[in-house]
Protein backbone atom coordinates (compact mmCIF):
# COMPACT_ATOMS: atom_id res chain seq x y z
CA UNK A 1 0.00 0.00 0.00
CA UNK A 2 1.45 3.15 -0.88
CA UNK A 3 1.13 5.05 2.16
CA UNK A 4 3.96 7.58 3.50
CA UNK A 5 6.93 5.83 5.57
CA UNK A 6 7.23 6.98 8.48
CA UNK A 7 10.25 6.03 11.06
CA UNK A 8 8.54 5.01 14.43
CA UNK A 9 11.11 4.94 18.02
CA UNK A 10 9.97 3.15 21.18
CA UNK A 11 11.09 5.71 23.59
CA UNK A 12 12.15 4.50 27.07
CA UNK A 13 9.78 6.33 29.65
CA UNK A 14 8.53 6.13 33.31
CA UNK A 15 4.91 6.71 32.52
CA UNK A 16 3.93 5.27 29.34
CA UNK A 17 1.62 5.81 26.36
CA UNK A 18 1.76 5.81 22.85
CA UNK A 19 0.92 7.91 19.58
CA UNK A 20 0.98 6.47 16.23
CA UNK A 21 1.01 6.85 12.43
CA UNK A 22 -0.82 4.90 10.11
CA UNK A 23 1.09 3.09 7.60
CA UNK A 24 4.31 1.20 6.77
CA UNK A 25 6.31 1.81 9.88
CA UNK A 26 9.93 0.70 11.08
CA UNK A 27 10.39 0.45 15.49
CA UNK A 28 12.83 0.07 17.04
CA UNK A 29 12.80 -1.45 20.58
CA UNK A 30 14.79 -1.00 23.80
CA UNK A 31 14.60 -2.38 27.14
CA UNK A 32 13.65 -0.41 30.52
CA UNK A 33 13.57 -2.24 34.35
CA UNK A 34 11.87 0.75 35.94
CA UNK A 35 9.00 0.47 38.35
CA UNK A 36 6.60 1.08 35.06
CA UNK A 37 7.55 -0.06 31.69
CA UNK A 38 6.72 2.78 29.87
CA UNK A 39 6.76 3.61 25.94
CA UNK A 40 5.90 6.14 23.61
CA UNK A 41 5.51 5.51 19.91
CA UNK A 42 6.67 8.76 18.27
CA UNK A 43 6.19 9.66 14.67
CA UNK A 44 6.34 12.72 12.56
CA UNK A 45 2.65 13.73 12.47
CA UNK A 46 1.17 15.81 10.25
CA UNK A 47 -0.40 18.80 12.12
CA UNK A 48 -4.11 18.28 13.59
CA UNK A 49 -6.28 19.95 15.87
CA UNK A 50 -8.93 22.92 15.91
CA UNK A 51 -8.72 26.62 17.62
CA UNK A 52 -12.12 26.95 19.98
CA UNK A 53 -12.96 30.38 20.27
CA UNK A 54 -14.12 31.47 24.09
CA UNK A 55 -17.77 32.10 23.89
CA UNK A 56 -16.72 34.57 26.49
CA UNK A 57 -14.06 36.08 28.58
CA UNK A 58 -11.71 33.70 30.03
CA UNK A 59 -10.56 33.98 34.12
CA UNK A 60 -7.17 34.29 34.82
CA UNK A 61 -7.70 31.30 37.10
CA UNK A 62 -9.71 28.14 36.68
CA UNK A 63 -10.00 24.71 38.57
CA UNK A 64 -12.23 21.62 37.57
CA UNK A 65 -11.01 20.63 41.02
CA UNK A 66 -12.09 23.28 42.91
CA UNK A 67 -15.51 23.63 41.27
CA UNK A 68 -15.64 20.12 41.98
CA UNK A 69 -15.91 18.22 38.61
CA UNK A 70 -13.21 15.58 39.43
CA UNK A 71 -12.80 12.48 40.77
CA UNK A 72 -9.92 11.08 42.88
CA UNK A 73 -6.39 10.74 41.62
CA UNK A 74 -5.60 7.08 41.05
CA UNK A 75 -2.16 5.52 40.92
CA UNK A 76 -2.19 3.94 37.25
CA UNK A 77 -1.78 -0.06 36.28
CA UNK A 78 1.37 -1.25 33.94
CA UNK A 79 1.72 1.13 31.12
CA UNK A 80 -2.13 2.97 31.39
CA UNK A 81 -1.80 6.91 31.83
CA UNK A 82 -3.52 7.07 28.40
CA UNK A 83 -6.18 5.07 30.01
CA UNK A 84 -6.20 6.99 33.03
CA UNK A 85 -6.21 10.40 31.83
CA UNK A 86 -8.86 9.89 28.77
CA UNK A 87 -11.54 8.32 31.77
CA UNK A 88 -10.63 10.66 34.10
CA UNK A 89 -11.58 13.09 31.41
CA UNK A 90 -14.92 11.64 31.03
CA UNK A 91 -15.60 11.30 34.29
CA UNK A 92 -15.25 14.80 34.76
CA UNK A 93 -17.27 15.86 32.04
CA UNK A 94 -19.63 13.29 33.38
CA UNK A 95 -19.78 15.47 36.64
CA UNK A 96 -20.16 18.94 35.12
CA UNK A 97 -23.16 17.15 33.81
CA UNK A 98 -24.79 16.15 36.82
CA UNK A 99 -23.94 12.84 36.34
CA UNK A 100 -23.21 10.40 39.14
CA UNK A 101 -19.80 8.76 38.69
CA UNK A 102 -17.03 7.43 41.40
CA UNK A 103 -14.27 6.00 38.50
CA UNK A 104 -14.65 4.44 35.26
CA UNK A 105 -12.51 1.19 34.53
CA UNK A 106 -9.23 2.00 33.03
CA UNK A 107 -8.52 -2.06 33.21
CA UNK A 108 -11.39 -3.14 31.32
CA UNK A 109 -9.96 -0.47 28.04
CA UNK A 110 -6.63 -2.11 28.47
CA UNK A 111 -7.53 -5.56 27.85
CA UNK A 112 -9.96 -4.41 25.59
CA UNK A 113 -7.29 -2.94 23.48
CA UNK A 114 -5.04 -6.07 23.38
CA UNK A 115 -4.81 -8.65 20.52
CA UNK A 116 -7.81 -10.53 19.43
CA UNK A 117 -8.18 -14.48 19.48
CA UNK A 118 -8.81 -13.57 15.36
CA UNK A 119 -5.57 -11.89 15.27
CA UNK A 120 -6.91 -8.42 14.44
CA UNK A 121 -7.53 -5.30 16.85
CA UNK A 122 -4.60 -3.97 18.90
CA UNK A 123 -1.74 -6.02 19.50
CA UNK A 124 -0.09 -4.93 22.61
CA UNK A 125 0.13 -6.95 25.23
CA UNK A 126 -2.06 -5.43 28.51
CA UNK A 127 1.20 -4.82 30.32
CA UNK A 128 3.12 -3.42 27.12
CA UNK A 129 2.90 0.29 26.24
CA UNK A 130 -0.71 1.72 24.83
CA UNK A 131 -1.64 4.21 22.36
CA UNK A 132 -3.58 7.36 22.61
CA UNK A 133 -6.23 5.82 20.02
CA UNK A 134 -7.48 3.00 21.79
CA UNK A 135 -9.05 5.06 24.08
CA UNK A 136 -10.31 7.38 21.60
CA UNK A 137 -11.76 3.70 19.17
CA UNK A 138 -13.00 2.44 22.94
CA UNK A 139 -14.95 5.44 24.17
CA UNK A 140 -16.63 5.56 21.05
CA UNK A 141 -17.01 2.06 20.10
CA UNK A 142 -17.50 -0.23 23.32
CA UNK A 143 -18.34 3.18 26.09
CA UNK A 144 -16.94 2.65 29.60
CA UNK A 145 -17.85 0.84 31.92
CA UNK A 146 -18.16 1.41 36.25
CA UNK A 147 -14.95 0.64 37.71
CA UNK A 148 -16.61 -1.13 40.43
CA UNK A 149 -17.67 -3.52 37.90
CA UNK A 150 -13.87 -4.06 36.43
CA UNK A 151 -11.39 -2.92 38.95
CA UNK A 152 -7.74 -2.61 38.11
CA UNK A 153 -7.20 -6.44 40.38
CA UNK A 154 -9.36 -8.39 37.22
CA UNK A 155 -7.01 -9.93 34.83
CA UNK A 156 -7.14 -10.38 31.39
CA UNK A 157 -9.04 -13.85 31.47
CA UNK A 158 -11.79 -11.97 33.72
CA UNK A 159 -12.00 -9.71 30.95
CA UNK A 160 -11.95 -12.70 28.45
CA UNK A 161 -14.57 -14.49 30.40
CA UNK A 162 -16.80 -11.28 31.29
CA UNK A 163 -16.71 -9.33 27.62
CA UNK A 164 -20.32 -10.74 26.70
CA UNK A 165 -21.81 -10.09 29.73
CA UNK A 166 -21.03 -5.60 30.38
CA UNK A 167 -22.68 -3.71 29.13
CA UNK A 168 -21.13 0.00 28.47
CA UNK A 169 -22.61 2.76 30.66
CA UNK A 170 -22.22 5.61 28.76
CA UNK A 171 -20.65 6.07 25.24
CA UNK A 172 -18.89 8.84 23.86
CA UNK A 173 -19.97 10.79 20.95
CA UNK A 174 -17.83 14.03 20.06
CA UNK A 175 -14.22 14.83 20.45
CA UNK A 176 -12.69 17.67 19.22
CA UNK A 177 -8.85 17.09 18.36
CA UNK A 178 -7.41 20.29 19.97
CA UNK A 179 -4.25 22.30 18.36
CA UNK A 180 -1.69 22.97 21.91
CA UNK A 181 -0.46 25.99 19.88
CA UNK A 182 -2.97 28.07 21.14
CA UNK A 183 -3.47 28.84 25.01
CA UNK A 184 -7.02 30.02 24.79
CA UNK A 185 -8.19 26.70 22.87
CA UNK A 186 -6.97 24.67 26.10
CA UNK A 187 -8.27 27.01 28.11
CA UNK A 188 -11.71 26.96 26.44
CA UNK A 189 -11.62 22.95 26.01
CA UNK A 190 -11.16 22.93 29.73
CA UNK A 191 -13.74 25.39 30.48
CA UNK A 192 -16.37 24.10 28.84
CA UNK A 193 -16.19 20.67 28.60
CA UNK A 194 -13.88 20.28 31.89
CA UNK A 195 -10.77 18.83 31.43
CA UNK A 196 -7.94 18.31 28.23
CA UNK A 197 -5.79 15.90 27.53
CA UNK A 198 -2.41 16.88 27.37
CA UNK A 199 0.96 15.07 26.61
CA UNK A 200 4.44 15.87 27.32
CA UNK A 201 7.82 14.55 28.09
CA UNK A 202 8.77 13.73 30.98
CA UNK A 203 12.33 14.01 33.16
CA UNK A 204 12.74 13.95 36.44
CA UNK A 205 15.28 16.67 35.95
CA UNK A 206 12.69 19.68 35.59
CA UNK A 207 10.51 18.37 38.53
CA UNK A 208 10.56 20.03 41.84
CA UNK A 209 11.45 18.23 44.60
CA UNK A 210 8.15 18.39 45.98
CA UNK A 211 6.51 16.59 42.87
CA UNK A 212 4.28 19.99 42.15
CA UNK A 213 6.16 22.32 39.42
CA UNK A 214 7.51 20.99 36.01
CA UNK A 215 8.87 23.03 33.20
CA UNK A 216 11.23 21.59 30.70
CA UNK A 217 13.10 23.94 28.80
CA UNK A 218 15.69 22.03 26.89
CA UNK A 219 15.10 22.03 23.57
CA UNK A 220 15.51 19.90 20.20
CA UNK A 221 15.15 16.67 21.28
CA UNK A 222 15.16 14.28 18.86
CA UNK A 223 12.52 11.07 18.52
CA UNK A 224 14.58 8.55 20.80
CA UNK A 225 14.72 10.70 23.57
CA UNK A 226 11.37 11.97 24.26
CA UNK A 227 9.74 9.92 27.33
CA UNK A 228 5.85 10.40 27.00
CA UNK A 229 3.07 10.59 29.79
CA UNK A 230 -0.62 11.64 29.54
CA UNK A 231 -2.15 14.07 32.04
CA UNK A 232 -5.66 15.41 32.34
CA UNK A 233 -5.49 19.22 32.39
CA UNK A 234 -8.27 20.62 34.52
CA UNK A 235 -7.24 24.13 35.44
CA UNK A 236 -4.90 27.00 34.99
CA UNK A 237 -3.73 29.90 36.59
CA UNK A 238 -1.69 33.05 35.01
CA UNK A 239 -0.08 33.84 37.85
CA UNK A 240 1.58 30.97 38.59
CA UNK A 241 5.06 32.14 39.51
CA UNK A 242 7.85 31.23 37.38
CA UNK A 243 10.04 31.53 40.61
CA UNK A 244 7.77 27.97 41.92
CA UNK A 245 9.67 25.75 38.87
CA UNK A 246 13.46 24.73 39.16
CA UNK A 247 15.75 27.07 39.97
CA UNK A 248 18.25 26.37 36.49
CA UNK A 249 14.93 25.26 35.03
CA UNK A 250 12.64 28.08 35.16
CA UNK A 251 10.11 29.89 32.05
CA UNK A 252 10.54 33.72 31.49
CA UNK A 253 6.70 34.20 32.47
CA UNK A 254 3.95 32.80 35.05
CA UNK A 255 1.42 31.01 34.60
CA UNK A 256 0.61 27.29 34.31
CA UNK A 257 -1.77 24.67 33.55
CA UNK A 258 -2.99 22.27 36.36
CA UNK A 259 -2.67 18.65 35.96
CA UNK A 260 -4.43 15.52 37.37
CA UNK A 261 -1.63 12.72 36.93
CA UNK A 262 -2.11 9.17 37.41
CA UNK A 263 0.62 8.15 40.03
CA UNK A 264 -1.17 8.18 43.02
CA UNK A 265 -3.29 10.41 45.45
CA UNK A 266 0.06 10.71 47.19
CA UNK A 267 2.12 12.67 44.16
CA UNK A 268 2.69 16.26 44.18
CA UNK A 269 -0.12 17.94 45.51
CA UNK A 270 -3.08 14.95 46.53
CA UNK A 271 -2.18 13.79 42.83
CA UNK A 272 -1.77 16.86 41.08
CA UNK A 273 0.78 19.40 39.64
CA UNK A 274 1.44 22.00 37.33
CA UNK A 275 3.00 22.29 34.28
CA UNK A 276 4.04 25.67 32.43
CA UNK A 277 2.52 27.21 29.65
CA UNK A 278 6.11 27.57 28.08
CA UNK A 279 7.14 23.51 28.34
CA UNK A 280 9.05 22.62 25.17
CA UNK A 281 6.95 19.78 24.42
CA UNK A 282 3.39 19.80 26.11
CA UNK A 283 1.25 19.16 23.33
CA UNK A 284 4.03 17.53 21.14
CA UNK A 285 2.58 15.91 18.07
CA UNK A 286 5.09 13.60 18.20
CA UNK A 287 2.93 12.34 21.47
CA UNK A 288 0.26 12.16 19.30
CA UNK A 289 -3.33 14.06 19.57
CA UNK A 290 -4.01 16.45 22.34
CA UNK A 291 -7.77 15.98 22.59
CA UNK A 292 -10.87 17.33 24.88
CA UNK A 293 -14.08 15.24 25.21
CA UNK A 294 -17.02 17.00 24.38
CA UNK A 295 -19.93 14.91 24.62
CA UNK A 296 -21.15 11.37 25.83
CA UNK A 297 -24.84 9.44 25.90
CA UNK A 298 -26.15 7.00 28.48
CA UNK A 299 -26.56 3.72 27.00
CA UNK A 300 -29.35 1.30 28.31
CA UNK A 301 -31.10 -2.13 27.26
CA UNK A 302 -33.13 -0.19 24.80
CA UNK A 303 -30.10 1.87 22.54
CA UNK A 304 -27.54 -0.09 20.50
CA UNK A 305 -24.48 1.66 18.41
CA UNK A 306 -24.58 0.19 14.75
CA UNK A 307 -21.02 0.37 13.89
CA UNK A 308 -18.48 -1.98 11.16
CA UNK A 309 -15.29 -0.44 12.56
CA UNK A 310 -14.65 -0.88 16.43
CA UNK A 311 -11.32 0.87 16.93
CA UNK A 312 -12.04 4.15 16.04
CA UNK A 313 -9.78 6.61 13.41
CA UNK A 314 -6.44 5.31 13.01
CA UNK A 315 -6.00 7.08 9.56
CA UNK A 316 -8.20 9.73 7.62
CA UNK A 317 -9.62 8.31 4.35
CA UNK A 318 -8.22 11.63 2.36
CA UNK A 319 -7.12 9.85 -0.80
CA UNK A 320 -9.67 10.92 -3.13
CA UNK A 321 -8.44 14.25 -3.33
CA UNK A 322 -5.31 13.25 -5.51
CA UNK A 323 -7.01 10.34 -7.11
CA UNK A 324 -10.11 13.02 -8.03
CA UNK A 325 -8.61 16.51 -8.12
CA UNK A 326 -11.87 18.08 -9.84
CA UNK A 327 -14.45 15.86 -7.34
CA UNK A 328 -16.07 18.32 -4.65
CA UNK A 329 -17.77 15.91 -2.57
CA UNK A 330 -17.65 12.40 -1.76
CA UNK A 331 -20.35 10.33 0.02
CA UNK A 332 -19.17 7.46 2.77
CA UNK A 333 -21.33 5.26 3.45
CA UNK A 334 -21.73 1.77 5.67
CA UNK A 335 -24.39 -0.51 5.73
CA UNK A 336 -25.91 -1.76 8.99
CA UNK A 337 -28.47 -4.10 9.71
CA UNK A 338 -31.66 -3.08 11.48
CA UNK A 339 -33.54 -6.23 11.62
CA UNK A 340 -32.54 -7.16 15.31
CA UNK A 341 -34.97 -4.71 15.87
CA UNK A 342 -32.62 -1.58 17.01
CA UNK A 343 -33.57 0.50 13.83
CA UNK A 344 -34.80 4.11 15.57
CA UNK A 345 -32.08 6.46 14.35
CA UNK A 346 -31.28 8.79 17.25
CA UNK A 347 -27.91 10.04 16.38
CA UNK A 348 -25.33 9.64 13.94
CA UNK A 349 -21.60 10.01 14.69
CA UNK A 350 -18.50 10.42 12.20
CA UNK A 351 -15.05 10.92 12.27
CA UNK A 352 -13.31 13.50 9.94
CA UNK A 353 -10.35 16.40 10.06
CA UNK A 354 -11.95 18.16 7.09
CA UNK A 355 -12.78 21.38 9.06
CA UNK A 356 -14.98 23.99 7.28
CA UNK A 357 -16.78 21.34 4.85
CA UNK A 358 -20.18 21.26 4.52
CA UNK A 359 -21.59 17.61 5.04
CA UNK A 360 -25.12 16.07 4.81
CA UNK A 361 -26.63 12.57 6.28
CA UNK A 362 -28.92 10.15 4.47
CA UNK A 363 -30.15 7.26 5.69
CA UNK A 364 -29.63 4.76 2.20
CA UNK A 365 -31.41 1.64 1.30
CA UNK A 366 -29.62 -1.18 -0.24
CA UNK A 367 -30.31 -3.78 -2.77
CA UNK A 368 -30.96 -7.67 -2.28
CA UNK A 369 -26.98 -8.03 -2.33
CA UNK A 370 -26.55 -5.59 0.64
CA UNK A 371 -25.00 -2.64 -2.00
CA UNK A 372 -26.01 1.16 -1.17
CA UNK A 373 -28.13 2.75 -4.21
CA UNK A 374 -26.54 5.09 -6.16
CA UNK A 375 -29.96 6.54 -7.17
CA UNK A 376 -30.62 9.31 -5.19
CA UNK A 377 -33.94 10.39 -5.26
CA UNK A 378 -34.47 7.09 -2.69
CA UNK A 379 -31.46 8.98 -0.42
CA UNK A 380 -34.01 10.13 3.04
CA UNK A 381 -32.06 13.11 4.57
CA UNK A 382 -31.64 13.28 8.22
CA UNK A 383 -29.25 16.04 8.71
CA UNK A 384 -26.91 19.10 7.90
CA UNK A 385 -24.34 20.61 8.73
CA UNK A 386 -20.72 22.00 8.67
CA UNK A 387 -17.41 20.02 10.23
CA UNK A 388 -16.71 22.74 13.04
CA UNK A 389 -13.72 20.99 14.32
CA UNK A 390 -11.42 18.15 13.65
CA UNK A 391 -12.32 15.39 15.71
CA UNK A 392 -15.45 12.95 16.21
CA UNK A 393 -19.17 14.67 15.18
CA UNK A 394 -22.40 13.38 16.79
CA UNK A 395 -25.38 14.60 14.67
CA UNK A 396 -28.88 14.07 15.83
CA UNK A 397 -31.48 12.96 14.14
CA UNK A 398 -34.74 10.97 14.39
CA UNK A 399 -35.30 8.47 11.74
CA UNK A 400 -37.46 5.17 11.89
CA UNK A 401 -35.02 2.95 9.81
CA UNK A 402 -36.84 -0.60 8.39
CA UNK A 403 -35.70 -3.60 10.04
CA UNK A 404 -33.77 -4.67 7.57
CA UNK A 405 -30.54 -3.85 5.99
CA UNK A 406 -29.76 -0.42 5.15
CA UNK A 407 -26.87 2.09 5.24
CA UNK A 408 -26.20 5.26 6.47
CA UNK A 409 -24.36 7.95 3.95
CA UNK A 410 -22.19 11.04 5.41
CA UNK A 411 -21.42 13.32 2.47
CA UNK A 412 -18.81 15.61 2.92
CA UNK A 413 -18.05 18.45 0.35
CA UNK A 414 -14.58 19.73 -0.03
CA UNK A 415 -13.41 22.34 2.34
CA UNK A 416 -10.90 25.40 1.76
CA UNK A 417 -8.41 23.44 1.60
CA UNK A 418 -9.24 21.10 -0.70
CA UNK A 419 -10.28 18.01 1.29
CA UNK A 420 -13.39 16.25 2.23
CA UNK A 421 -12.13 12.84 4.00
CA UNK A 422 -13.69 10.46 6.42
CA UNK A 423 -12.02 8.56 9.37
CA UNK A 424 -10.78 4.65 8.60
CA UNK A 425 -9.41 2.41 10.74
CA UNK A 426 -6.46 1.21 8.72
CA UNK A 427 -3.69 -0.97 9.56
CA UNK A 428 -0.77 -0.03 11.23
CA UNK A 429 3.04 -1.95 11.50
CA UNK A 430 6.25 -1.72 12.49
CA UNK A 431 8.28 -3.95 10.24
CA UNK A 432 6.24 -6.50 9.03
CA UNK A 433 3.98 -6.90 11.88
CA UNK A 434 0.82 -5.48 12.35
CA UNK A 435 0.09 -2.83 15.70
CA UNK A 436 -3.14 -2.89 14.83
CA UNK A 437 -5.16 -4.66 12.32
CA UNK A 438 -8.97 -4.01 11.73
CA UNK A 439 -11.56 -6.35 10.84
CA UNK A 440 -12.41 -5.05 7.61
CA UNK A 441 -14.38 -7.15 5.35
CA UNK A 442 -15.92 -6.74 2.19
CA UNK A 443 -19.86 -5.31 2.47
CA UNK A 444 -19.37 -2.90 5.22
CA UNK A 445 -18.24 0.29 3.77
CA UNK A 446 -18.81 1.87 0.20
CA UNK A 447 -18.19 5.35 -1.80
CA UNK A 448 -20.97 6.64 -4.05
CA UNK A 449 -19.68 9.02 -6.25
CA UNK A 450 -16.22 7.76 -6.99
CA UNK A 451 -16.85 5.94 -9.90
CA UNK A 452 -20.29 5.30 -11.90
CA UNK A 453 -21.43 2.52 -9.18
CA UNK A 454 -20.58 2.70 -5.80
CA UNK A 455 -17.44 0.83 -5.10
CA UNK A 456 -17.07 -1.40 -2.18
CA UNK A 457 -13.87 0.50 -0.22
CA UNK A 458 -12.08 -2.94 0.10
CA UNK A 459 -11.91 -2.92 -3.68
CA UNK A 460 -10.58 0.79 -3.52
CA UNK A 461 -7.88 -0.59 -0.99
CA UNK A 462 -7.20 -2.94 -3.40
CA UNK A 463 -7.52 -1.66 -7.16
CA UNK A 464 -5.62 1.80 -6.00
CA UNK A 465 -3.10 0.69 -3.27
CA UNK A 466 -2.86 -3.25 -4.09
CA UNK A 467 -3.62 -3.84 0.04
CA UNK A 468 -6.17 -6.36 0.79
CA UNK A 469 -6.30 -5.52 4.28
CA UNK A 470 -8.15 -2.08 4.21
CA UNK A 471 -10.22 -0.02 6.66
CA UNK A 472 -13.06 0.74 7.51
CA UNK A 473 -15.18 4.00 7.73
CA UNK A 474 -15.68 5.45 10.92
CA UNK A 475 -19.47 6.29 10.76
CA UNK A 476 -21.77 4.63 13.45
CA UNK A 477 -25.54 5.19 14.58
CA UNK A 478 -26.69 5.03 17.76
CA UNK A 479 -30.48 3.28 17.78
CA UNK A 480 -33.21 2.82 20.08
CA UNK A 481 -35.59 -0.40 19.69
CA UNK A 482 -39.10 -0.25 20.35
CA UNK A 483 -38.73 -1.68 23.73
CA UNK A 484 -39.82 -0.07 26.97
CA UNK A 485 -36.76 0.67 29.31
CA UNK A 486 -37.68 -1.59 32.72
CA UNK A 487 -40.24 -3.56 30.84
CA UNK A 488 -38.62 -6.70 32.58
CA UNK A 489 -41.77 -8.77 32.06
CA UNK A 490 -41.07 -8.22 28.11
CA UNK A 491 -45.37 -7.17 27.92
CA UNK A 492 -44.36 -4.06 25.85
CA UNK A 493 -45.09 -1.28 28.90
CA UNK A 494 -43.28 -0.49 32.00
CA UNK A 495 -45.91 -1.36 34.64
CA UNK A 496 -45.61 -2.20 38.43
CA UNK A 497 -45.25 -5.72 37.72
CA UNK A 498 -41.75 -4.93 36.71
CA UNK A 499 -40.90 -3.70 39.88
CA UNK A 500 -42.34 -6.43 41.66
CA UNK A 501 -40.56 -8.57 39.23
CA UNK A 502 -37.24 -7.15 39.87
CA UNK A 503 -37.70 -7.13 44.04
CA UNK A 504 -38.82 -10.91 43.80
CA UNK A 505 -35.47 -11.64 42.03
CA UNK A 506 -33.75 -9.72 44.89
CA UNK A 507 -35.57 -11.88 47.35
CA UNK A 508 -34.39 -14.96 44.98
CA UNK A 509 -38.21 -16.12 44.87
CA UNK A 510 -37.94 -15.72 40.71
CA UNK A 511 -35.34 -16.55 38.59
CA UNK A 512 -34.79 -13.42 35.47
CA UNK A 513 -33.44 -14.58 31.64
CA UNK A 514 -30.21 -12.99 31.12
CA UNK A 515 -32.81 -10.03 28.50
CA UNK A 516 -34.94 -9.53 31.99
CA UNK A 517 -32.12 -8.97 34.05
CA UNK A 518 -30.76 -6.51 30.91
CA UNK A 519 -34.05 -4.90 31.76
CA UNK A 520 -34.07 -5.27 35.43
CA UNK A 521 -31.00 -3.09 35.53
CA UNK A 522 -33.00 0.23 35.23
CA UNK A 523 -30.51 2.56 35.78
CA UNK A 524 -27.49 0.33 33.95
CA UNK A 525 -24.65 0.14 36.45
CA UNK A 526 -24.70 -3.63 35.94
CA UNK A 527 -26.50 -4.41 38.91
CA UNK A 528 -30.00 -5.64 39.93
CA UNK A 529 -30.38 -3.97 43.02
CA UNK A 530 -33.63 -2.48 45.16
CA UNK A 531 -32.46 0.36 43.46
CA UNK A 532 -33.54 -0.20 40.70
CA UNK A 533 -36.88 -1.54 41.30
CA UNK A 534 -37.04 2.35 43.24
CA UNK A 535 -36.61 3.97 39.54
CA UNK A 536 -39.42 2.53 38.32
CA UNK A 537 -41.55 2.99 40.99
CA UNK A 538 -40.43 6.48 40.83
CA UNK A 539 -40.55 6.65 36.93
CA UNK A 540 -44.33 5.30 37.25
CA UNK A 541 -45.24 8.04 39.70
CA UNK A 542 -43.82 10.91 37.87
CA UNK A 543 -40.83 11.54 39.55
CA UNK A 544 -38.15 10.90 37.34
Not at 499 to 514: G, P, Y
Request: glycine share 8%.
Amino acid sequence: MKKRLISLFLIVSMMGMSAVCAGAAELDEADTGSEFEGAIVAADYSEVGSELVPTSELPSYYSSRDEGFVTPARRQQYNTCWAYSSTASLETLMIKNNKNIEHLSTMHMNYWGCSTDRGTGWQPSYSAAGYPYIALGYLTSFGAIENSLFSESMSKSDYDATIDKLYPYVGVNSIIYLTGSDRDTIKTAVYEYGAAIGNFHYNTSYMTSDNISYYCDVEGLATSELNGHAIEIVGWDDSYSKENFVADHRPSSNGAWLCKNSWGPTYGDNGYFWISYEDEYLFEKRFGPSYTIKGFNDMTAVREVKQNEIYGSTYEFNYIKALRPLMSKMTYVNVFDFSDGYHNIEQVVFESTSEGSAYSVYYIPVDESGVPTADTDSWKLLATGTVGYQGYHSVDVSYNAPKSKGAIGVQIEKNADGNFGIGSDEWLSKSSTYLFKPDSTYGQSYLIGYDTAPMDVMTFYNNEHNDAVGGTFVIKALCSSDDVEGDVGRDGTLDITDATLTQRTLAEMVTLSDIQKRFADFNNDGYVEITDATLMQRRLAGYV
